[in-house]
């Protein structure tokens, strides 16, 4: 009888087999292995485009799109152990836990493979480097600058993070947390921090929770483009639009209807196109043999520019971008 962990590794070795891949395998392809949080999540579906555009224009590169159907760190690591028996040449990895994917990712590397995590990072032990969609410092305090603005700095604000594991969330969330202590936020009270594991209804759930547990509750934060889309519609639902406000992270295409609506003010990302893109050039890159991804170094991702790693060892892609009702209809058709 198969365990959890073999049955999944066989489900993601069948998926590969199946042709979740790009076209046909040529023996002289380099193939990058993009691995998500979970499958089906529409920021990480942007992210899968952005790598197949950086395959067509390397022109050498084939593109595995795969990930877990839950956001576990026990799925992301059969997905990976899955990968290390196809004998890919490279892992781009956003991690559902930063610590328990070291030594899976350490077993590939020392396999040959080439590992570098991005949007949220494996431990330094566990990869040759990390991109930050956004300087983390930067995504922080925007966080806090938005719901800030629409509640005139005044106010309960809870923040509705993805796993409680997530390294991307609870930096961000760290980061938050030292502009909230300036003194132009004293009059807006952090209330509660709760996860919704990137999981829809648990969002909603969640939401719906600090709604009843905090009836003065005026604004949620979620650093997540699932959990932003669950709490706006938490409050919708509740008949609360306007007079409790979600921001957050999302995609434009996903929070067009909430921004319309009212239930969001303002919102940020930055374009997971673009991340895509850029971890896709990078793995091809550091296989190639043309870069090392080294603390330190440069390397030039394509239209991306160059982008510089750091003495930790992890590189900031772009900062991140608001969106309201000025622009929201003409971001939705793109991403």
Not at 10 to 15: D, H, I, R, V
Not at 96 to 124: E, T
Not at 175 to 180: A, D, R, S, T, V
Request: aromatic fraction near 6%; glycine fraction near 10%.
């Amino acid at each position: 009888m198969f365990s959890r962990r073999k049955l999944i590794q066989l489900m993601a070795a069948t998926a590969l087999a199946a042709g979740v891949v790009t076209p046909a395998f040529a023996a002289d392809k380099i193939r990058v292995a993009l691995v998500v949080k979970a499958l089906g999540i529409g920021f990480f579906d942007a992210v899968r485009d952005g790598g197949m555009e950086a395959a067509k224009e390397l022109g050498n590169v084939e593109v595995i799109y795969t990930g877990p159907t839950k956001t576990t760190a026990e799925e992301q690591i059969a997905v990976i152990d899955a990968l290390i028996a196809q004998k890919v040449d490279a892992i781009a990895i956003s991690a559902n836990d930063q610590d328990a994917l070291i030594p899976v990712c350490k077993k590939a590397m020392s396999r040959g493979i080439k590992v570098i995590s991005f949007d949220s990072g494996v431990g330094k032990d566990g990869r040759i480097m990390h991109l930050n969609p956004s300087n983390n410092t930067l995504i922080g305090a925007k966080l806090v600058q938005m719901i800030a603005k629409t509640l005139k700095g005044e106010g309960e604000v809870a923040i509705l993070s993805a796993t409680s594991t997530a390294t991307n969330q609870n930096i961000w969330i760290e980061e938050m947390k030292k502009e909230w202590a300036k003194p132009e936020y004293a009059k807006m009270k952090l209330v509660s921090t709760v996860y919704g594991d990137d999981v829809a209804d648990k969002s909603y759930r969640e939401t719906q929770g600090l709604i009843k547990a905090f009836p003065n509750l005026k604004g949620i934060v979620a650093p997540t483009s699932v959990g932003i889309v669950a709490a706006a519609k938490a409050v919708a639902d509740a008949g609360l639009t306007g007079k409790v406000y979600v921001s957050g992270l999302g995609l434009p295409s996903e929070m067009k209807g909430a921004v319309l609506a009212g239930a969001t003010d303002t919102f940020a990302i930055w374009n997971p196109i673009d991340l895509g893109y850029s971890a896709v050039n990078i793995a091809a890159q550091l296989v190639g043999g043309k870069v090392t991804g080294a603390p330190g170094t440069s390397i030039k991702a394509g239209r991306m520019g160059e982008i510089k790693i750091g003495d930790d060892g992890s590189a900031a892609m772009a900062d991140p971008f608001t969106f309201d009702k000025s622009n929201i209809e003409q971001f939705a058709k793109i991403f």
